[in-house]
């Protein structure tokens, strides 16, 4: 820790008269904030602990992006319509970002799949602790130490964070390096503003471009540097797209552009992404608040908090170096703005601001302490020439304590209920590494109504195991296994579709199965039996704790209260079985190979 003396009039200075002067923060206010080394370690050490500990949320995630990957590391894998190249709508070259280094550390120790998939888990922890510690530092630049060790604190504590920060996928892709171009853009450092915007949106989600529009209408209109905008524009263009373009249209056997197609399948077309499910207005609101609680309110009312201080406090300018704070929080409002008022909302879609939540949240955290003093100063006079922090550091600790505490109970909520699904895939992994089960037979391992919570091919044992598909509730189209054939990512298979109609050739027999992953909560269908109770057929060789939302608290299932939780929530078992016939079938092997 040490002590920081921001540039002057960093922090606007508010004044009621000319008798009236709050110091801006400055030295005298012997502020302490962690050092970057100290906040990256941090950063890190929180990042880690997601890597590690959280599950997948999302099966598009599973889908679209280990499992393709896990196609390029080992020959096997499924295949979603959107990497068909009648549609090619996702990008091989984002894969290959992330598959490379894997590759490296596959080919020099050969390890254990699924600790291929943590390693790659890492290395997406590691890059966001550097895109966050970038964006703290220049935070601390751009709005002062308060501000900026506010922000620090809401990015490691919140849940919010702790989902997106390992998450394989182009949102947190992209959350990385528009965090990166976003405090690129508070330092000035225009170019690497603009070249870490071209990754974001062309490597990443083509979305991501919107939070870089204020970066260039400044940087044209107000800066009036024309020319340095389009030479960066070019450059990243030939860095990024030729390479991509390239790459892409050699795995999918034709020139493709994905960024393009994923635009004009999500907005060109008459449906557009709607026919995978619409949510109401509020979707989003709700989804903030359970995943940064206050601080998400917080940054919804960081305008008006803006608004306020500037009718009611009479303000001097803030230093020409800084931008104002409607200008420099501009990204986040447009991408609310956009977002929230279409139909189709998913969570993934709010991670590229997620760190921009974090500093609207400080900031309002700081207004309220302006304001609180102003108001202070007024009823007692001999306040006016003290610092507004000497009088207003028990707001401080009330959001720290309040917001930190309620992000780590959302973080653990998550972890208790929903982990199950992990725990019991490494025990599968387990089956295959310990000999268990043969490798050198072919293992049929079902899925009926948790295709979606399947993690991936990276935590079978073996690439012996296949995975199969049981008919359930679910109406929608599911993935098929990549082609055997050596050039598979350009052949075009039969039975895909780009409307989300489900196909019938995906389902599987349930008698031919050896290993089936299904969720007892004491409900069952004609389509979704309750396989875990069909002892006749199956036996329970792993089982973990799933929470059953529909029976448990709300607020209970939400956030995790120590010694109160348990006793508002209910909880049904996330069972691996195994087929009885197949189960006889090994004891047998194992009683003659102990006779031989």
Known sequence: MHRLTPLTGILERLTANNRYNMPEESSDAGLIHPSYDTAFKLLLSARFCSAIWSH????????????????????????????????????????LVHIVPAKVYHYLLEPNPVLVFYFIRCLLSVGCALSEVYFYKNVCREFGTHIARLTLVFLILSS??????????????????????????????????IFTTAISSLLGWPFAALLGLPIAIEMLTQKREWVKFIKWFIISAVVIVIPMVSVDSMYFGKFVAAPLNIILYNIFTSHGPNIYGTEPFNYYI?????????????????????LLVWLIVPTRPRDRLCLSYWYSLAPLYLWIIVFFFQPHKEERFLFPVYPMICLAGAITVDIVQKLYFYVRTKLNPSHISCHYLQYTAHITILAILTCGLLGLSRSLAIYKGYYAPMEVMIEVNKLGTEGAVPNDVNINFCIGKEWHRFPSNFFFPSHNWKLQYLKSEFKGQLPQPFSDHENATSIIQPHFNDMNKEEISRYFNLDKCHFLLDLDIGTETALEPNYSRLSDHFTVVKSSKFLDASKSHQFFRAFYIPFLSHKFCTYGSYNLLQSNKFRSILSSKQKNSKLS
């Open 286 to 306: 709700i989804n903030g608040f359970l995943n940064f609680n206050f601080i998400f309110i917080g940054a919804l009312l960081a305008p008006l908090g803006l």
């Open 56 to 95: 997948i949320t999302d099966c598009d995630e599973t889908y679209n992006y280990w499992e393709p990957s896990h196609y390029l590391l080992y020959g096997t894998g499924q295949q979603t319509w959107e990497y068909s190249p009648q549609y090619a709508l996702r990008s091989y070259m984002y894969l």
């Open 160 to 193: 919010g964070m702790y989902i997106s920060s390992a998450a394989f996928l182009p949102s947190s892709f992209s959350m990385y390096f528009s965090t990166v171009a976003t405090a690129a853009w508070y330092a000035r450092q225009y170019e690497l503003a």
